[in-house]
Protein backbone atom coordinates (compact mmCIF):
# COMPACT_ATOMS: atom_id res chain seq x y z
CA UNK A 1 0.00 0.00 0.00
CA UNK A 2 1.65 3.24 -1.01
CA UNK A 3 2.38 6.10 1.82
CA UNK A 4 0.17 9.05 1.63
CA UNK A 5 2.70 10.62 0.26
CA UNK A 6 3.44 8.96 -2.53
CA UNK A 7 -0.47 8.45 -2.87
CA UNK A 8 -0.18 12.45 -3.41
CA UNK A 9 2.74 12.00 -5.92
CA UNK A 10 1.25 9.20 -8.17
CA UNK A 11 -2.08 12.03 -8.14
CA UNK A 12 0.48 14.23 -10.02
CA UNK A 13 0.98 11.98 -12.29
CA UNK A 14 -2.65 11.02 -12.87
CA UNK A 15 -3.16 15.05 -14.01
CA UNK A 16 -2.28 15.43 -17.53
CA UNK A 17 -4.92 12.38 -18.12
CA UNK A 18 -7.77 13.55 -16.20
CA UNK A 19 -7.58 16.86 -17.23
CA UNK A 20 -9.73 16.41 -20.37
CA UNK A 21 -12.35 14.82 -17.78
CA UNK A 22 -12.36 17.54 -15.42
CA UNK A 23 -12.78 20.53 -18.01
CA UNK A 24 -16.62 18.48 -18.93
CA UNK A 25 -19.02 19.66 -16.03
CA UNK A 26 -22.10 19.30 -18.39
CA UNK A 27 -22.84 16.05 -18.08
CA UNK A 28 -25.91 13.28 -19.30
CA UNK A 29 -27.62 12.07 -16.15
CA UNK A 30 -26.98 8.44 -16.79
CA UNK A 31 -23.15 9.18 -17.06
CA UNK A 32 -22.37 8.90 -13.30
CA UNK A 33 -24.10 5.90 -13.19
CA UNK A 34 -20.84 3.28 -12.74
CA UNK A 35 -21.94 -0.06 -12.57
CA UNK A 36 -25.35 0.63 -13.18
CA UNK A 37 -26.99 -0.49 -17.02
CA UNK A 38 -28.59 2.51 -18.75
CA UNK A 39 -32.42 2.66 -18.62
CA UNK A 40 -34.54 3.22 -21.30
CA UNK A 41 -37.29 5.25 -19.79
CA UNK A 42 -40.08 2.44 -19.90
CA UNK A 43 -37.88 0.92 -17.76
CA UNK A 44 -36.81 3.36 -15.53
CA UNK A 45 -40.93 4.20 -15.34
CA UNK A 46 -41.86 0.88 -14.33
CA UNK A 47 -39.39 0.37 -11.92
CA UNK A 48 -40.48 3.74 -9.93
CA UNK A 49 -44.30 2.47 -10.39
CA UNK A 50 -43.47 -0.96 -8.63
CA UNK A 51 -41.92 0.64 -6.00
CA UNK A 52 -40.72 -1.27 -2.74
CA UNK A 53 -42.43 -1.11 -0.15
CA UNK A 54 -40.84 -0.94 3.94
CA UNK A 55 -40.58 -4.52 3.84
CA UNK A 56 -39.16 -4.91 0.65
CA UNK A 57 -36.58 -2.17 1.15
CA UNK A 58 -35.49 -4.00 4.62
CA UNK A 59 -35.35 -7.36 2.62
CA UNK A 60 -33.04 -5.79 -0.24
CA UNK A 61 -30.73 -3.98 2.17
CA UNK A 62 -30.29 -7.14 3.60
CA UNK A 63 -29.76 -9.00 0.24
CA UNK A 64 -27.34 -6.34 -0.57
CA UNK A 65 -24.93 -5.85 2.75
CA UNK A 66 -25.12 -10.04 2.47
CA UNK A 67 -23.40 -9.34 -1.03
CA UNK A 68 -21.21 -7.24 0.07
CA UNK A 69 -19.82 -8.88 2.67
CA UNK A 70 -19.28 -12.04 0.46
CA UNK A 71 -16.89 -10.46 -2.24
CA UNK A 72 -14.01 -8.65 -1.68
CA UNK A 73 -13.21 -4.85 -2.64
CA UNK A 74 -11.67 -4.75 -6.16
CA UNK A 75 -9.71 -1.94 -4.99
CA UNK A 76 -5.65 -1.14 -6.29
CA UNK A 77 -2.90 -1.42 -3.82
CA UNK A 78 -1.42 1.36 -5.29
CA UNK A 79 -4.83 3.94 -6.39
CA UNK A 80 -4.62 6.21 -8.64
CA UNK A 81 -6.73 9.35 -7.37
CA UNK A 82 -9.12 11.38 -9.78
CA UNK A 83 -7.56 14.61 -9.01
CA UNK A 84 -6.15 17.51 -11.18
CA UNK A 85 -3.12 17.73 -9.24
CA UNK A 86 -1.05 17.57 -5.97
CA UNK A 87 -1.56 19.49 -2.52
CA UNK A 88 -2.06 21.95 -1.84
CA UNK A 89 -2.96 24.82 -4.62
CA UNK A 90 -4.12 27.19 -1.80
CA UNK A 91 -7.12 25.02 -1.78
CA UNK A 92 -8.12 26.77 -5.01
CA UNK A 93 -9.34 24.77 -8.30
CA UNK A 94 -10.11 21.68 -9.38
CA UNK A 95 -7.90 19.90 -5.97
CA UNK A 96 -9.96 21.49 -4.02
CA UNK A 97 -12.70 18.61 -2.35
CA UNK A 98 -14.86 21.08 -0.92
CA UNK A 99 -17.06 22.08 -3.88
CA UNK A 100 -19.85 23.66 -1.65
CA UNK A 101 -17.61 25.92 -0.22
CA UNK A 102 -19.64 29.08 0.66
CA UNK A 103 -22.82 27.27 0.43
CA UNK A 104 -21.81 24.17 3.02
CA UNK A 105 -22.55 26.15 6.48
CA UNK A 106 -25.51 27.48 4.98
CA UNK A 107 -27.57 24.28 4.46
CA UNK A 108 -25.64 21.15 6.43
CA UNK A 109 -25.27 21.21 10.25
CA UNK A 110 -21.63 22.11 10.89
CA UNK A 111 -19.43 19.36 10.86
CA UNK A 112 -14.96 19.95 10.40
CA UNK A 113 -13.44 19.45 7.51
CA UNK A 114 -10.76 16.88 7.23
CA UNK A 115 -8.10 18.09 4.62
CA UNK A 116 -6.54 15.81 1.99
CA UNK A 117 -2.96 15.66 4.16
CA UNK A 118 -5.18 14.52 6.94
CA UNK A 119 -6.54 11.59 5.34
CA UNK A 120 -5.57 8.02 4.96
CA UNK A 121 -5.41 6.21 1.61
CA UNK A 122 -9.10 5.46 1.81
CA UNK A 123 -10.03 8.60 2.73
CA UNK A 124 -8.38 9.82 -0.13
CA UNK A 125 -10.07 6.99 -2.17
CA UNK A 126 -13.82 8.13 -1.04
CA UNK A 127 -12.92 11.85 -1.35
CA UNK A 128 -11.26 11.87 -5.13
CA UNK A 129 -12.31 8.49 -6.28
CA UNK A 130 -9.89 6.22 -8.24
CA UNK A 131 -9.02 4.16 -11.32
CA UNK A 132 -10.58 0.88 -11.16
CA UNK A 133 -8.11 -1.45 -10.28
CA UNK A 134 -8.92 -3.29 -14.07
CA UNK A 135 -8.73 -0.01 -15.97
CA UNK A 136 -5.24 1.12 -15.29
CA UNK A 137 -3.65 -0.34 -17.69
CA UNK A 138 -6.73 1.72 -20.29
CA UNK A 139 -6.25 4.40 -18.09
CA UNK A 140 -3.14 4.55 -19.29
CA UNK A 141 -3.54 4.19 -23.42
CA UNK A 142 -3.44 6.77 -25.74
CA UNK A 143 -7.09 8.15 -26.51
CA UNK A 144 -7.13 6.10 -30.02
CA UNK A 145 -6.11 3.06 -28.41
CA UNK A 146 -8.46 3.50 -25.74
CA UNK A 147 -11.12 4.20 -28.63
CA UNK A 148 -10.37 0.46 -29.82
CA UNK A 149 -9.95 -1.01 -26.54
CA UNK A 150 -13.83 -0.26 -25.87
CA UNK A 151 -14.63 -1.01 -29.87
CA UNK A 152 -13.19 -4.39 -28.92
CA UNK A 153 -14.14 -4.99 -25.68
CA UNK A 154 -18.00 -4.02 -25.76
CA UNK A 155 -19.36 -6.19 -22.52
CA UNK A 156 -18.39 -5.44 -19.49
CA UNK A 157 -17.65 -8.82 -18.65
CA UNK A 158 -15.16 -8.38 -21.66
CA UNK A 159 -13.25 -5.45 -20.62
CA UNK A 160 -13.78 -5.86 -16.60
CA UNK A 161 -15.20 -2.62 -16.00
CA UNK A 162 -17.98 -0.57 -16.50
CA UNK A 163 -16.51 2.95 -16.22
CA UNK A 164 -12.24 3.72 -15.60
CA UNK A 165 -13.79 6.31 -12.82
CA UNK A 166 -15.26 4.67 -9.45
CA UNK A 167 -15.81 7.47 -7.27
CA UNK A 168 -19.14 5.81 -5.11
CA UNK A 169 -19.78 9.51 -3.38
CA UNK A 170 -20.39 11.19 -6.57
CA UNK A 171 -22.32 8.46 -8.39
CA UNK A 172 -24.66 8.05 -5.61
CA UNK A 173 -25.63 11.64 -5.17
CA UNK A 174 -26.13 11.63 -8.92
CA UNK A 175 -28.45 8.76 -8.52
CA UNK A 176 -29.88 9.55 -5.75
CA UNK A 177 -30.96 13.07 -7.44
CA UNK A 178 -32.21 11.32 -10.62
CA UNK A 179 -34.59 8.96 -7.79
CA UNK A 180 -35.78 12.27 -5.93
CA UNK A 181 -36.57 13.75 -10.24
CA UNK A 182 -38.72 10.47 -10.95
CA UNK A 183 -40.16 9.98 -7.48
CA UNK A 184 -40.52 13.02 -5.77
CA UNK A 185 -38.86 11.18 -2.47
CA UNK A 186 -35.81 12.14 -0.82
CA UNK A 187 -34.06 8.87 -0.08
CA UNK A 188 -32.65 8.23 2.88
CA UNK A 189 -31.74 4.17 2.05
CA UNK A 190 -29.27 3.56 -0.53
CA UNK A 191 -31.08 0.35 -1.16
CA UNK A 192 -33.95 2.31 -3.28
CA UNK A 193 -31.31 3.99 -5.44
CA UNK A 194 -29.92 0.89 -6.21
CA UNK A 195 -33.10 -0.55 -7.29
CA UNK A 196 -34.41 2.45 -9.04
CA UNK A 197 -30.49 2.35 -11.01
CA UNK A 198 -30.90 -1.46 -11.64
CA UNK A 199 -28.06 -1.99 -9.37
CA UNK A 200 -29.42 -4.39 -7.39
CA UNK A 201 -30.24 -6.50 -10.50
CA UNK A 202 -26.35 -6.54 -10.92
CA UNK A 203 -26.01 -7.26 -7.77
CA UNK A 204 -27.64 -9.82 -7.53
CA UNK A 205 -27.74 -11.50 -10.91
CA UNK A 206 -25.20 -10.89 -12.76
CA UNK A 207 -22.29 -12.20 -13.56
CA UNK A 208 -18.93 -12.44 -10.46
CA UNK A 209 -17.67 -9.16 -12.42
CA UNK A 210 -20.31 -7.37 -12.80
CA UNK A 211 -21.77 -8.06 -9.01
CA UNK A 212 -18.02 -7.12 -7.76
CA UNK A 213 -18.16 -3.74 -9.87
CA UNK A 214 -21.31 -2.30 -9.32
CA UNK A 215 -20.38 -3.09 -5.42
CA UNK A 216 -17.90 -0.87 -5.32
CA UNK A 217 -19.61 1.81 -6.32
CA UNK A 218 -22.17 2.14 -3.45
CA UNK A 219 -19.10 1.01 -1.13
CA UNK A 220 -17.54 3.36 1.47
CA UNK A 221 -13.20 2.33 0.97
CA UNK A 222 -13.53 3.81 4.76
CA UNK A 223 -15.86 1.36 6.53
CA UNK A 224 -15.75 -1.27 3.69
CA UNK A 225 -19.24 -1.44 4.08
CA UNK A 226 -22.30 -0.04 1.80
CA UNK A 227 -22.56 3.63 1.54
CA UNK A 228 -24.99 5.18 4.32
CA UNK A 229 -26.12 8.13 2.65
CA UNK A 230 -28.48 10.14 4.99
CA UNK A 231 -26.37 11.42 8.06
CA UNK A 232 -26.80 14.84 8.92
CA UNK A 233 -24.22 14.43 11.28
CA UNK A 234 -21.06 13.39 11.31
CA UNK A 235 -20.79 9.36 10.60
CA UNK A 236 -17.69 7.87 9.88
CA UNK A 237 -17.50 6.45 6.40
CA UNK A 238 -20.54 7.86 4.71
CA UNK A 239 -22.67 10.51 4.01
CA UNK A 240 -25.53 12.97 3.13
CA UNK A 241 -27.65 14.21 0.45
CA UNK A 242 -30.29 16.59 0.02
CA UNK A 243 -32.08 18.46 -2.94
CA UNK A 244 -33.30 21.78 -3.21
CA UNK A 245 -34.77 24.09 -5.73
CA UNK A 246 -33.14 27.53 -6.79
CA UNK A 247 -35.64 29.79 -4.80
CA UNK A 248 -35.24 27.54 -1.81
CA UNK A 249 -31.41 28.07 -1.53
CA UNK A 250 -32.02 31.60 -1.83
CA UNK A 251 -34.69 32.26 0.18
CA UNK A 252 -34.76 29.47 3.45
CA UNK A 253 -31.08 28.93 2.88
CA UNK A 254 -29.61 32.41 2.17
CA UNK A 255 -27.60 31.17 -1.08
CA UNK A 256 -26.51 33.17 -3.08
CA UNK A 257 -26.97 31.35 -6.43
CA UNK A 258 -25.69 33.96 -8.60
CA UNK A 259 -23.37 30.49 -9.87
CA UNK A 260 -26.05 28.15 -10.43
CA UNK A 261 -28.13 30.70 -12.21
CA UNK A 262 -25.33 31.43 -14.69
CA UNK A 263 -25.14 27.18 -15.19
CA UNK A 264 -28.60 27.30 -15.59
CA UNK A 265 -28.82 30.04 -18.57
CA UNK A 266 -25.98 28.39 -20.20
CA UNK A 267 -27.48 25.03 -20.47
CA UNK A 268 -31.14 26.34 -21.27
CA UNK A 269 -32.84 25.62 -17.84
CA UNK A 270 -35.54 27.20 -16.86
CA UNK A 271 -35.16 28.35 -12.80
CA UNK A 272 -38.79 26.55 -11.50
CA UNK A 273 -36.78 23.49 -13.37
CA UNK A 274 -34.04 23.52 -11.90
CA UNK A 275 -32.97 20.74 -9.00
CA UNK A 276 -29.84 20.52 -7.09
CA UNK A 277 -28.21 17.56 -4.82
CA UNK A 278 -26.27 18.88 -2.36
CA UNK A 279 -23.74 16.33 -0.70
CA UNK A 280 -21.17 16.18 1.69
CA UNK A 281 -19.04 12.96 2.51
CA UNK A 282 -17.03 12.05 5.80
CA UNK A 283 -13.95 10.73 6.59
CA UNK A 284 -12.56 9.53 10.13
CA UNK A 285 -12.44 12.70 11.60
CA UNK A 286 -14.81 15.36 9.85
CA UNK A 287 -16.08 16.19 6.29
CA UNK A 288 -13.86 15.03 3.42
CA UNK A 289 -15.49 15.85 0.41
CA UNK A 290 -18.30 18.22 -0.54
CA UNK A 291 -20.20 18.58 -4.20
CA UNK A 292 -22.84 19.36 -5.78
CA UNK A 293 -25.45 18.16 -8.75
CA UNK A 294 -27.65 20.43 -10.96
CA UNK A 295 -29.86 19.24 -13.04
CA UNK A 296 -33.18 19.71 -15.31
CA UNK A 297 -36.39 18.28 -13.82
CA UNK A 298 -38.13 17.62 -17.57
CA UNK A 299 -34.71 16.41 -18.52
CA UNK A 300 -32.38 14.95 -16.11
CA UNK A 301 -29.82 14.00 -18.84
CA UNK A 302 -29.29 18.07 -18.84
CA UNK A 303 -26.79 19.40 -15.92
CA UNK A 304 -24.04 19.86 -14.46
CA UNK A 305 -21.98 19.15 -11.28
CA UNK A 306 -18.89 19.95 -9.45
CA UNK A 307 -15.73 17.93 -9.66
Known amino acids: MLTDKAVYRRAVSAAAHMLAWMAAAVIAAGCASGGAPRQTEKEAVLRVSAGLSGDDLVSLESQLRAARSQT ?6 EPILLVKSDWPLEWKGYGNPFQLRPYEEKVF ?16 MLAFGWVH ?19 EHRKLDERGFQSFRVHPAKEIAGNWLGYYIATGKKAECLAEVAHWRGCDKLIL ?6 RSDALDRITSPVTGELMEIHHP ?3 PGNMHVDAFSLSELRESCGVDTGKFDDICAHQGIAEEDAVLAFYRVYGTKGTVKTGWVLRSRS ?7 SF
Open 233 to 235: EFS
Open 299 to 305: NPHVGAE
Open 133 to 151: KNAEGYYRLPFQEQAEFEH
Open 109 to 124: AEVAHQPPPDCSTQEL
Open 72 to 77: EPNYPA
Open 205 to 210: EGTPTE
